[in-house]
């Protein structure tokens, strides 16, 4: 029998909330139900926004909650070589092609098209930059500052043919292109969230991803990724977010409670483990 791996993977960007203590318990109670293994990752690719005291506090309060896991900690930064390694792979395949465009030419050009926004993320990029020549394309390269790599969703699609995976048991067919062409890279950053989460979650074994019902949209592109890079697929388990007394999901940004917080207020492992499951 498979053991069950499974594994809890914040930004440090901030506090952990209750948000994140609903992730991390599913992640933790599923690996040990099963008598498997549950790991911790930090994804600090974002050097702008991770602090090294919010990694510290995040490590902090799971094992005052008392979720322990099994192994080193894996932060994202020290593992550049892996995500270049794939990188590399899938650019060799010609699925990659540069960005030069800022936000606001992306909104402009979305606007011109018709387009509304759609969900967090917006409408999928219009693929201004895929149009470029090649010659055009490499004498932007040379001289930018700053660009993205994005992933050709058509011809990926067309050479990894239908996909699906595993959601709490039922089938799912997978639909990336209705995310458009993602960002895989950055020029100085060799990696982005999607590319970094499919790597990490082969090389670590990984064969129950536990997360937030806000990722599932993205499973249809790592499943994508994981076909173009030879990868194997686990399955998925997406749960309800926690949300707040308007109806929207705990977010740092949106100033959530923070599990440091009602520590200092006096609240209790127990206590705070029940209301993440509760509420």
Known sequence: METVVTRFAPSPTGYLHLGH????????????????????????????????????????????????????????????????????????????????????????????AGGAPQGEQGA?????????????????????????????????????????????????????????????????VPTSYHLAVTVDDALQGVSLVTRGADLFAATHIHRLLQALLGLPTPQYRHHPLLTDAQGRRLAKRDGAPTIRAMRQAGMIPAEIRKAACDG
Do not use: N
Not at 55 to 76: F, M, S
Not at 80 to 96: K, N, Q, V
């Open 21 to 112: 203590v609903r992730s991390a318990l599913a992640g933790w109670r599923a690996a040990r139900e099963a008598g498997g293994r549950f790991l911790l990752r930090l994804e600090d690719i974002d050097h702008t926004r991770c602090r090294p005291h919010f990694a510290a506090a995040i490590v902090e309060d799971l094992l005052w909650l008392g979720l322990d896991w099994d192994g080193p900690v894996r932060r994202q930064s020290e593992h550049f070589a892996d995500y270049r390694a794939a990188l590399a792979r899938i650019e060799a395949a010609g699925l990659l092609y540069p960005c030069f465009c800022t936000r606001r030419e992306i909104q402009a050009e979305i606007a011109r």
């Open 124 to 188: 999928p990029y219009p693929g201004t930059c895929r149009r470029l020549r090649a010659a055009e394309r490499a004498e932007k390269r040379a001289s930018a500052a700053d660009y993205a790599l994005r992933l050709d969703l058509t011809a990926a699609q067309a050479l990894a043919g239908p996909l699906a995976w595993v959601e709490d048991g039922r089938g799912i067919e997978a639909d990336p292109a209705a995310s458009g062409d993602v960002v895989i890279a950055r020029k100085e």
